[in-house]
């Protein structure tokens, strides 16, 4: 039995576009992508297992038939643990989803220590990296010119700013984006 007999259902597969419409929820996605999985199961389960099975008793070899079942069970748990790594894989994508957020700051004119500006004690550099910029909500006119007079750069190493330009004299209304290591 060769595996061309395998035939998608509907025949002409995800290129069916009303079998398989494009997906605008994770539930349709899951539900496509599960039917592909079933498919390939239900082939391998029947078609594959019963011409290997008859082959087996053909050759009427007990102990080889013992053997080649087991294999065959063994391919049933393989197939069959699709679901369960799909959601494993779902899980870690949801954990590095929330691993990323974003808030809004405010970067206190008072918090300066020279030029430099520290959110290490909120967000350590062994837990966390972070991004910021000028929330553009809700800064004015007047953080705006802070900011680009500051000439702020960050660090690759540590979550502390430092003020290349005029330290600002102004709260500065920030984006932060904080990832979670």
């Not at 290129?15 to 999985?37: F, G, I, K, N, W």
């Not at 954990?95 to 520290?118: C, H, K």
Request: charge should be negative; aromatic fraction near 6%.
């Amino acid at each position: 039995m060769a595996l061309n007999t395998f035939d998608f259902v509907p025949e002409d597969g995800f290129l069916d576009t009303e079998a398989y419409p494009d997906p605008s929820t994770e539930a349709q996605v899951r539900t496509q992508l599960m039917s592909l999985h079933t498919q390939t199961k239900d082939y391998l389960n029947t078609q594959v297992k019963t011409a290997i099975e008859a082959i087996a008793a053909s050759q009427g070899d007990p102990e080889a038939i013992a053997e080649i079942m087991d294999a065959l069970d063994d391919l049933d748990d393989i197939v069959g643990t699709l679901p369960d790594d799909v959601a494993a894989l779902d899980t870690r994508v949801t954990a590095l989803e929330s691993a990323v957020s974003v808030e809004a700051y405010i970067m206190s004119e008072n918090d300066w220590d020279g030029s430099t500006f520290s959110f290490e004690d909120d967000y350590s550099s062994s837990m966390y990296n972070i991004e910021i910029a000028l929330n553009g909500d809700e800064a004015d006119a007047a953080e705006l010119a802070a900011w680009g007079a500051a000439g702020i750069v960050g660090s690759a190493t540590t979550n502390v700013v430092t003020a290349l330009g005029s330290v600002p004299s102004i709260p500065l209304h920030i984006i932060l984006k904080v990832e979670h290591l």
